[in-house]
């Protein structure tokens, strides 16, 4: 029997709905609308592909966004500057930084400049301090909506062994976090696995959970899924014009119990946590 897909399509719907009454609610009772101010540096189809995807989402649940497009050669300075702008920006609630940045630009200082309680994406030291002492401000979007589509597919996550593959600071790192923590679509064992990790197969084969995100496309083929698992697959790669996720869906589908496809898993679902955060982020301001 093919594996049950985890649809984080429909469930990044739903939880945009609700969202979207949420918004209104605050609105409401506030009189504020939430504000999510997208910085994009650059000419990256796909960064252009990505914002814009996120500021329609933003528009459908009543929040406001504003796009600030900057030139490829734009300087570090002047992202700084802009940076500073927004934080005083009493208007602008939430920032997002689309990454990657054009290189003479040092991500790592833009991040760090961003306020820590605009910071939608998760990525200020404080905020990532906050997430591993389990009292997180914000969700890391991307690791969240694993967490929300684990838990809307009925995945049991207690003692669950949840395989991570990939370390990086956006979707490895805080997704291990997220899942060794006490409590709801939690309280896993966690391993994560990287580039010098050896005898790969031989771990992920031992996953209840197996979530990649390593970015090599169809990287996790169906001998290296223990039968049953659920799969899931944050991997964004182009193939040939298509969009193909780190995971052989066609075999693994065969092997696994449930599983994510690339596109419509957990893109979505990463979308649909940004808002949340932006909604927090206003409700943050307004305390
Ligand atoms: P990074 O390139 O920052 O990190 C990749 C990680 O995978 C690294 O830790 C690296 O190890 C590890 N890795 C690379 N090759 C191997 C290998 N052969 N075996 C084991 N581990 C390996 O990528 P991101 O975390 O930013 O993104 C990962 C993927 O997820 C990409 O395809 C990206 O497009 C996608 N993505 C999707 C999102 C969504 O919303 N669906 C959001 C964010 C990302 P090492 O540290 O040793 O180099």
Do not use: W
Request: net charge negative; hydrophobic share 45%.
């Amino acid at each position: 029997m093919p594996a049950r897909i985890l649809d984080g399509k429909a469930v990044a719907a739903e939880l945009r709905e609700r969202l979207r009454g949420d918004v209104a609610d605050f609105h409401r009772r506030t009189g504020i609308t939430p504000h999510l101010a997208a910085v994009l540096v650059g000419e990256d189809p796909a960064s252009a592909v990505y914002v814009r995807n996120k500021r329609r989402a933003c528009e459908q649940a009543g929040i406001k966004s504003t796009l600030h497009h900057h030139v490829a050669e734009t300087s570090q300075a002047e992202v700084l500057n802009l940076i500073n702008r927004l934080n005083t920006d009493a208007d602008v609630l939430g920032i997002l930084v689309q990454l990657p940045l054009p290189e003479q630009i040092d991500q790592q200082a833009v991040l760090d400049a961003v306020s820590p309680l605009k910071d939608v994406d998760c990525f200020h030291p404080e905020n990532v301090g906050l997430l591993m002492q389990g009292r997180p401000r914000f969700a890391p979007c991307t690791p969240a909506g694993v967490q929300e589509l684990l838990l809307a597919g009925g995945i049991e996550t207690e003692g669950a062994h949840a395989v991570v593959l990939g370390r990086s600071e956006i979707v490895g790192k805080p997704m291990a976090a997220l899942l060794m923590q006490r409590g709801r679509a939690a309280d896993a064992t966690v391993t994560v696995c990287h580039s010098r990790s050896r005898d790969l197969a031989d771990i992920t084969r031992t996953a209840d959970i197996l979530i990649a995100a390593i970015g090599r496309a169809r990287f996790v083929t169906a001998e290296m899924v223990k039968p049953g698992a659920a799969v899931i697959d944050v991997g964004i790669n182009r193939v040939d014009e298509r969009l193909v996720g780190d995971v052989d869906f066609e075999a693994v589908t065969k092997v696994a119990g449930a599983i994510t496809p690339v596109p419509g898993g957990v893109g979505p679902m990463t979308i649909a946590m940004l808002l949340g955060n932006t909604l927090r982020a206003a409700r943050l301001a307004s305390e």
